[in-house]
């Protein structure tokens, strides 16, 4: 990631808490148990994952965040509004912090050190070690698999009372393996390695039942590069689904931006 970027994410860390968010909801119940089934095939667990993706329009609710970089621990609560596919919208007390990402930008401001940053995806990429895009990002926060899974052949077993997803043909620059709950057929971990690069991101779910519809609960990413380690916990609350929400988001005059290099 290097010294540049560390420095970035250590001045800015409440925005890029709030840019890695993402959801539940009023009534929960945890969801636990459910049996594996040693006969079924990957490809059913594939079209079983899809089948149960949650389907909603808009998703309102709070977030609470711990960061630690094996250094610093912080910790933020923030306001999330999300339109499902179009945008991520965060806000954090006060609006000192806000974010907004489209499929086409990631944007945010920070109020503390008057910057702010608006660009693409590479900002986040660099963060976790691995390319995001928009449709990545939600996945990872909704508990979908961060790759498309009906565009490759996988094998399966049994690990840990979970069904286990490994690529049949192994990739030359990746690793990945997905474990999914045999309950749901939601991703229970996901995780990417580029081992050349001494990287990889790692996300673990719980979940819970809101109002009928799978949403998760608790995520835990952790991103390793080289020794550098990043935890990142999200835990959710009071999310409404469907709601009318608009995305406010205007960056104040005067601010410095943030450059990659």
């Known amino acids: 990631m290097g010294g540049f970027h560390l420095h970035i994410i250590k001045k800015t860390i409440p925005a890029l808490l709030t840019v890695l968010v993402f959801s539940a909801c009023k009534s929960t119940k945890a969801i636990t148990g459910g049996e594996v089934d040693s006969r079924i095939s990957a490809k059913r667990i594939i079209e079983n994952h899809y089948a149960n993706q949650t389907d909603f329009k808009t998703l309102s609710g709070r977030v609470k965040i711990d960061y630690s970089d094996g250094k610093s621990n912080q910790g933020v609560n923030v306001s999330l509004r999300m339109e499902k596919d179009r945008v991520i919208w965060i ?124 949403m998760p609960n608790e995520i835990h990413i952790v991103a390793l590069e080289n020794r550098n380690r990043t935890t990142i916990d999200l835990s959710f609350k009071n999310v409404e689904l469907n709601r009318n929400l608009n995305f406010p988001y205007k960056i104040p005059k005067g601010f410095d931006e943030i450059i990659l290099k």
């Open 91 to 214: 806000s954090a007390p006060l609006g000192m912090v806000k974010a907004h990402i489209t499929p086409e930008r990631v944007s945010f401001y920070n109020k503390l050190q008057n910057e702010y940053f608006d660009g693409d995806f590479g900002y986040l990429s660099n963060l976790l070690g691995t390319e995001l895009d928009f449709n990545k990002v939600q996945n990872l926060l909704l508990g979908d698999a961060i790759y498309d899974l009906r565009d490759g052949k996988y094998s399966s077993e049994v690990n840990d009372g979970k069904y286990q997803l490994k690529p049949k043909r192994a990739q030359e620059l990746f690793k990945i393996l997905f474990q999914v709950e045999p309950k749901n057929f939601k991703i229970a971990t996901q995780q990417i390695a580029q081992p050349e690069e001494n990287r990889r991101l790692q996300a673990e779910y719980t979940y819970q039942d809101i109002s009928g519809k799978v």
